[in-house]
């Protein structure tokens, strides 16, 4: 399994440690809240309100370089939004993936 990184918040922040370290800080700020509002509507089978957490969530997991990951998450959207959870199972993966990671920063 492809794992979290910070590749392209490098290439992002050109060597401005200060840039990175603030897109950092936002990731670790908003993601939490955006993966439980995730597991709130999910767990409630408000597969439509879950399918726009995971649009922001996907976002995040594009940014932290995990690019299969991305295209999980994109197919899981799509899928909820058709009434299926399809692909849960790989896109709770990642995130478990991104919480483990965002702890050692």
Do not use: C, R, W
């Not at 700020?29 to 726009?52: G, H, I, M, R, T």
Request: proline content about 2%; overall charge negative; charged content about 25%.
């Amino acid at each position: 399994m492809e794992q979290p990184n910070q590749s392209y918040i490098n290439s992002l922040s050109g060597g401005d440690e200060a840039f990175k370290q603030k897109l950092i800080d936002v990731i670790k700020s908003e993601y939490p809240e955006e993966k439980e509002v995730y597991f709130n509507n999910y767990n409630a089978q408000n597969y439509k309100l879950a399918a726009d957490n995971v649009h922001k969530l996907k976002h995040k997991i594009s940014i932290l370089g995990l690019e299969k990951g991305y295209e999980v998450a994109v197919a899981y959207e799509n899928n909820l939004i058709d009434g299926s959870i399809d692909q849960k199972e790989q896109f709770e993966a990642i995130l478990d993936s991104i919480t483990n990671y965002l702890k050692t920063l």
